[in-house]
């Protein structure tokens, strides 16, 4: 009986020093900034229309921004401010078109790519070496046979969830 309560003893103190040594840690693997608090997301204007080839789509700067809000609310304890944020994420969108992908015998098109790209600032305030500008992009393929609007709904959010969720790994997660 003592020596089960030693070896329980020194598994438990052997467990507490391998957690204690691991720091904080984050099922979401995010990787805060030590002194960060909150964050903030400034509203992504849509400049795409300015593009040639290029859409303007009413709503689609509101609802990337309420994305990328909701990726870091949703996966890290930050506190989400409208200004003095710890962390600031800003930029726009520049590019939000319907190219061609691939062609039938009749020289018309079989698929089509809906293509949109961010440019973000990054900014931590705590850290300046952290800051970068960069430009982010998905796309989603569907049949030529459809309209934009039919697959809008599933097309915005499997390119949100892929331009966030690398937004998300490149600023708080470090992958």
Not at 27 to 44: K, L, M, R, Y
Not at 69 to 83: H, Y
């Amino acid at each position: 009986m003592m020596k089960s309560i030693r070896i329980l003893t020194a598994l438990l103190l052997i467990l507490s020093l391998i957690i204690e040594g691991c720091g904080i840690y984050s099922f979401t693997g995010a990787s805060i900034p030590a002194g960060t608090e909150d964050f903030q997301v400034n509203f992504f204007e849509n400049q795409a229309g300015s593009r040639p080839g290029s859409t303007v789509e009413p709503g689609l700067d509101r609802d990337f921004t309420l994305a990328l809000q909701d990726i870091i609310l949703g996966q890290t304890n930050l506190n989400l401010v409208s200004t003095g944020g710890d962390i600031i994420y800003e930029g726009e969108i520049t590019q939000y078109s319907v190219t061609p992908m691939t062609s039938t015998a009749k020289l018309t098109a079989a698929q089509n790519r809906l293509t949109m790209t961010i440019n973000l600032r990054y900014t931590n305030i705590n850290n300046e070496e952290d800051d970068f500008e960069r430009k982010f992009s998905f796309f989603y393929d569907f049949a030529a046979d459809k309209q934009l609007y039919d697959i809008q709904g599933a097309a915005h959010d499997e390119i949100f969830e892929r331009i966030t969720q690398n937004i998300f790994n490149e600023t708080l997660a470090k992958w």
